[in-house]
C-alpha cells in the first residue's frame, strides 16, 4: 500500500501496465520528457523510451486518427488529450472511426483504446480548461466513458479501460488531481467498468454523482447529517442502472449531481430511467444539481457555476421537505 | 548576401505508356511482365464489368447508392499489384480495382452497397481496411497501422487512397504531418480526378500541382499518369522500396478521370463539360493498355470475346451470391457494438419486440404493480 494522489495513481498504472503489456504505447502532446501538463506521464519517458512513450505533433484529430490505426494493427495504445475543450478536433474521428469500427465490420476491426483526458473546472483554468463533456460521448454508441472520483478507482479502471477490448474514454477530474491521498495497492488490481460504487449506506435519499463532485456530496451529505446513500457511478457508459434502481427504489428520493449543463445531461437519462423503474416508490420528484445551461464562465465565476456543498444541501432539505 | 535562396525544389511526373499506345521502353521495360500485363488486363475489364451490373442494379432498385469506378482502374489496381499482401491498403470508396486483385470477394463491395454492414466484415489477413465513406478520415489510420507494424518490426507499409478534394481535409495534412515527422513509412497515393463531386481541384489547391503539397512536409513525391498502369506500377514499387529502407512516408499524385458520375445520385453533367469527358475517354486506361498486349500479339478479338464472356457470368455469380445471403436480423445490430454486451444494451435487444421502450416489462415495478 502507498498513500497516493490521483495523479500517482494513474501514473502507476500506466507504468504496471506498460510493464506487463509491451502493445500499451502512449502518445500526445508533451507527454513525452515534459510528463504532461499535469506530470501524469512524468518519468514514463525516461523509463520506456522514444518508441513507447511518443511526443505527437500538435494535432487532436491525428492523435485519436493514429491512435485508431495503432489499435487496428495490434497495439494497445493510450493517446492524451491535454484538456477536454481540445477534444473537438478529434470528435470525428472519436466518434465516426473509433465508436464504430467494431459494428460496421461487424467484428473484423476493432480499437482497443485509451483516450485519457483531463475534465472539469475548479483550478482556475483558461477558458476551454473546465469543461464536463460526458454526456455528449455517452450519447454516441460504441464507446465505454469512465471517470473515476479517487486515487484507488483511478488506477483499477484505468487497468480495466487499458485491457478492455473496446475504446474507451477515460475522464481525470484535474480538480482532485492532488485534492487528497488515498491508500493504494502497488500490485495489481481492476475495478470493473460499468459497476458503480455505493460510497455510503443510507436509507433517507439517494445521492448519485460521479468525478470530482462526488467529494462535495460527500460534505453536504456530512453537513446536512441526514442519512443518505451515495452512489459513485464511476462508469458513465454503460450505466450500472441496478445498482442506481435498487437504492432509489429503497430510499424513494433521488439527487443527481454533476458539473456539467444540465439540459441532456447525463442527469436528465437517469432521471428518466428512475421514473420508470421506480415511479411508484418515488416519494418526490427527482433533483438534479448541475452547471447551467451557460458556456462554462472564465474562472472568476466558475465557483458558481459548479455544484457545491451548499447547492446540494439545499437540495438535500427540499426533497426530504417535499 | 542579404537575400538568398532557402529552398528550390521541382517535381517529375512519369508516364510510360501514352494514350496512343506509344511505350518508353528506357523507363517501362520489365515493369509488368506479359502474363502480369494481360491478367491486370483481365482485371480492369472484369471491373468494367461489375462497375455497369453494379449501376444497373442501382437503376433497378436492387441495391442502394453506388460510387462507379470507371476510368480511375489503373490507380487503385497498379498500386496493389505493385505492392506486397503485407501492405495495408487503406482505401477511400472507389478502389474496387485495388481491392479485388488483393482478394477481397467481390460479393462484400455489393454488400455494402446494399446496406449490409457485413459487406464490411473482411478477412483481416486480406490487411484492407472498409471502404470509407467520410473524406480524407481514414489517412490517419493508414499512418496508425503502418506505424504499429513499425512498432512490431515489421517491413509491412500502407498505402491509403485519396481524391483531391480530400487534400484539403485537415485530417489529410495531419496525418501527413505524422508521417513525416514521427517517420512513418506511409504511401499516400492522390487520385487526382479532377473534380470533387462538382467542385474541381483549382477550389481545392491554387499549387501548380497538387504534388507540391508533399514538398511541404519534406516528403518525397512524384506525379504519374493514373492512367498509365506502367508508371502507377513503377511508381508505387519505387516508392515502396524506398519506405521500407527508410521508413518514411511518400507521396504519390496520379492524374486520372472518372468517366461515370460521382455517383448513382449525381449528375456530372450539371457541371462538366462534354468535350471535357470526351477528351478523357480517349485516355482511358484499359484502351492503351489493349493496344500494348495487341502491339506484342498478347491479345486479339477472340481473347476480348471469351473474357467478356467470362466476365459476364463471374459478375452474374457475384450478384446471386450477393443477392442470395440470408438477410440480417434485427438483432445483430446490437451484437457487434461492443466485445460484450452490456447489461443495458441486452435487456433492449431482447425486448425490442414485446416493449415499447426496449426495455424488460418485468423489470419495471411501475408495470408490475399495474397487472397486480
Redesign the interface.
Known amino acids: 500500500m502507498a498513500n497516493l494522489t490521483l495523479v500517482q495513481a494513474i501514473n502507476l498504472a500506466l507504468i504496471q501496465e506498460m510493464e506487463r503489456d509491451d502493445r500499451v ?1 502512449i502518445l500526445g502532446e508533451d507527454v513525452g520528457p515534459n510528463g504532461g501538463v499535469f506530470r501524469v506521464t512524468e518519468g514514463l519517458h525516461k523509463r520506456f523510451g522514444d ?1 513507447r512513450v ?1 511526443d ?2 500538435l ?1 487532436e ?2 492523435i ?12 494497445r ?1 493510450i493517446p492524451e488529450i491535454q484538456f477536454e475543450g481540445f477534444l473537438g ?1 478529434a470528435y ?2 472519436i466518434c ?2 473509433a465508436a464504430r469500427m ?9 480499437v482497443p483504446m485509451t483516450l485519457r483526458v483531463p475534465v472539469g473546472g475548479g483550478i482556475h483554468a483558461p477558458e476551454l480548461h473546465s469543461d464536463s463533456p460526458e454526456a455528449i460521448y455517452s450519447h454516441n ?2 464507446l ?1 466513458v469512465v471517470m473515476p472520483s479517487s486515487p484507488y478507482d483511478a488506477k483499477g479502471l484505468l487497468i480495466s479501460a487499458i485491457r ?3 475504446p474507451v474514454i477515460f475522464f481525470e477530474p484535474k480538480r482532485i488531481y492532488r485534492a487528497f491521498r488515498e491508500e493504494v495497492p502497488e500490485d495489481e488490481y481492476t475495478v470493473p467498468i ?1 459497476k458503480a460504487r455505493v460510497v455510503r449506506e443510507g436509507s433517507e435519499v439517494t445521492m448519485i454523482s460521479w468525478g470530482a463532485s462526488v467529494i462535495h456530496c460527500m460534505n453536504a451529505i456530512e453537513a446536512s447529517g441526514r442519512d443518505i446513500e451515495l452512489i459513485d457511478l464511476r462508469t458513465i457508459n ?2 450500472d ?2 445498482t442506481v434502481m435498487t437504492s432509489v ?1 429503497k430510499t424513494g428520493r433521488a439527487i443527481i449531481v454533476h458539473e456539467a449543463p444540465l439540459t441532456c445531461g447525463i442527469g436528465a437519462e437517469l432521471s428518466a430511467r428512475i421514473m ?6 418515488l416519494e418526490a420528484p427527482v433533483q438534479r444539481v448541475a452547471g447551467f445551461d451557460v458556456i462554462m464562465p472564465y474562472y472568476k465565476l466558475e465557483l458558481d457555476y459548479l455544484p457545491d456543498t451548499e447547492r446540494i444541501g439545499k437540495a438535500i432539505n427540499e426533497i426530504v421537505a417535499y | 548576401m542579404p537575400v538568398s535562396k532557402v529552398y528550390e525544389t521541382s517535381i517529375d511526373r512519369l508516364s510510360i505508356l501514352e494514350p496512343d499506345g506509344t511505350f518508353d521502353e528506357s523507363l517501362g521495360k520489365g515493369v509488368i511482365p506479359d502474363g502480369d500485363a494481360v491478367k491486370l488486363y483481365e482485371h480492369i475489364m472484369l471491373c468494367r464489368k461489375f462497375d455497369e451490373i453494379a449501376f444497373k442494379l442501382q437503376r433497378s432498385g436492387r441495391m442502394g447508392t453506388y460510387p462507379e469506378n470507371r476510368g480511375q482502374e489503373a490507380t487503385s489496381l497498379g498500386a496493389a499489384y505493385a505492392l506486397e499482401s503485407k501492405d ?1 491498403l487503406v482505401t477511400c470508396y472507389r478502389e474496387n480495382a485495388g481491392l479485388f486483385w488483393r482478394g477481397l470477394p467481390m460479393e462484400k463491395i455489393l454488400l455494402h452497397w446494399m446496406g449490409d ?2 459487406g ?5 489477413e486480406l490487411r484492407v ?2 471502404l470509407a465513406i ?1 473524406i480524407g ?1 481514414q ?11 513499425k ?2 518490426d515489421s517491413s509491412s507499409v ?1 498505402c491509403t487512397f485519396f481524391g483531391d478534394g480530400a487534400t484539403s481535409e ?2 489529410f495534412h ?2 501527413m ?2 508521417a513525416a ?2 517517420d512513418i513509412p506511409t504511401l499516400f497515393f492522390c487520385q487526382n480526378n479532377g473534380w470533387a463531386i462538382s467542385v474541381p481541384t483549382s477550389i481545392q489547391c491554387s499549387a501548380d500541382v497538387l504534388a507540391q503539397r508533399a514538398v511541404a512536409y519534406g516528403m518525397k513525391t512524384i506525379q504519374v499518369d493514373g492512367n498509365d498502369i506502367f508508371a502507377v506500377v513503377k511508381a508505387v514499387r519505387d516508392a515502396a522500396a524506398y519506405m521500407r529502407e527508410t521508413s518514411k512516408p511518400a507521396f504519390i499524385e496520379a492524374t486520372t478521370y472518372r468517366l461515370g458520375d460521382h455517383t448513382t445520385a449525381d449528375d456530372a453533367r450539371r457541371y462538366r463539360d462534354a468535350e471535357e469527358v470526351e477528351e478523357w475517354q480517349g485516355r482511358d486506361p484499359v484502351i492503351r493498355l489493349r493496344k500494348y498486349l495487341e502491339q506484342r500479339d498478347l491479345w486479339n478479338q477472340s481473347k476480348q470475346d471469351e473474357m467478356e464472356a467470362r466476365a459476364e457470368k463471374t459478375v452474374a455469380e457475384v450478384v446471386k451470391n450477393a443477392e442470395g445471403i440470408e438477410p440480417p436480423v434485427t438483432e ?2 446490437f451484437d ?4 460484450s454486451i ?4 441486452k435487456t433492449q435487444r431482447r425486448t425490442l419486440r414485446t416493449s415499447s ?1 426496449g ?1 424488460d416489462p418485468s ?4 408495470r408490475d ?1 399495474a397487472r397486480t
Open positions: 504505447i518508441k511518443v505527437s505533433p494535432a484529430s491525428g485519436i486518427g493514429t491512435s485508431i490505426g495503432l489499435a487496428m494493427g495490434g497495439l495504445p478536433p470525428d474521428q465516426t472511426h467494431r459494428t460496421r465490420t461487424r467484428g473484423g476491426l476493432t454508441p460504441g465505454k478492455d477490448p473496446d460499468g454503460p450505466l442502472y441496478e427504489c420508470e423503474s421506480c415511479f411508484l416508490q | 495495408w454492414e457485413r464490411n466484415q473482411i478477412d483481416s481496411t472498409p467520410p478520415t489517412m490517419l489510420h493508414a499512418v496508425g497501422l503502418a506505424w504499429a507494424y512498432y512490431q500502407s485537415g485530417d495531419e496525418a504531418n505524422f515527422n514521427l445483430d445490430m457487434s457494438m461492443y466485445a452490456p447489461e443495458n444494451l421502450l426495455q423489470q419495471l415495478p411501475v404493480t
